[in-house]
């Protein structure tokens, strides 16, 4: 079984991909399935947000994941980020030997276009390389897919720079600061009411209320689905999105 989270499609896409060559099934971390897997292998797909995991992929791992799946022997992951990963996949692997008794067999970062714009020097990737990140991973992907078939124990990951300061430093600070729907505003000469951004919260976290006006519920993991799923470019985080770029893989 893979279980991916996706916010703006990256992941979405990578997961779709190899549930296809591998021929195994797919189920978003966000479903309420309860259903128990006693598959051998383990698959895990996600974005990685700040040399991190997302807060909504850390809370399955540690409420969800263990009554799902009983004892994997072989886990993989395959993490999207726009540039590196820092030390996320040591974040990922303490969770598992917490949960299982041991760590990932097999890891791999691929880049997907960059999608987060809520800091100054921060925005989307032009047309070209979005399009250039995209194919050099679909064509990453069937090596990736083959290793995985044949339970090799690979390390396949772009850390980047400073790694341990991005992960332990950095993100905590991220997280306790950024992570949050406090900021969304809505321009409202502009926004037509469609609803795309509810529709796109892979945590149900938009509603609109009987004001007709948009209302965030506090349990935000940063994914800004809704900021680039709307078709007017109406929403924004805070000034930080001022003249920024949206991108959503479909």
Not at 41 to 58: E, K, Q
Not at 120 to 149: C, N, Q, S, W
Not at 209 to 226: I, K, Q, R, Y
């Amino acid at each position: 079984m893979i279980y991916y989270f996706s916010g703006t499609g990256n992941s979405l896409m990578v997961a779709g991909k190899l549930s296809e060559m591998l021929a195994d099934d797919m189920r978003a971390m966000t479903s309420d399935s309860s259903g128990r897997v006693d598959d051998e292998v383990l698959g895990l797909v996600f974005p990685v947000y700040s040399w991190g995991l997302p807060r909504v992929v850390d809370m399955f791992l540690r409420e969800r994941l263990p009554s799902l799946v009983r004892n994997p022997r072989y886990i993989y992951a395959v993490m999207t980020c726009g540039d590196d990963v820092g030390f996320a996949d040591k974040l990922l692997e303490k969770r598992l030997k917490g949960m299982y008794g041991h760590g990932l067999d097999a890891v791999h970062s691929v880049f997907m276009p960059n999608t987060y714009v809520c800091l100054p020097g921060f925005d989307v990737d032009g047309a070209e390389v979005a399009a250039m990140k995209v194919e050099d991973t679909m064509h990453r992907l069937p090596e990736i897919a083959e290793g995985i078939r044949n339970r090799r124990m690979t390390r396949d990951l772009v850390r980047g720079s400073m790694p341990w300061a991005k992960t332990y430093v950095v993100r905590p600070l991220f997280n306790l600061l950024l992570v949050t729907d406090r900021y969304f505003r809505v321009s409202k000469g502009v926004c037509t009411a469609c609803n795309i951004c509810v529709a796109s919260c892979p945590l149900g976290n938009i509603r609109r209320g009987e004001d007709g006006n948009l209302h965030w519920g506090g349990s935000c993991t940063g994914c800004l689905a809704c900021y680039h799923s709307c078709p007017r470019h109406a929403l924004h985080f805070g000034s930080m999105t001022k003249g920024k770029g949206q991108h959503y893989s479909k």
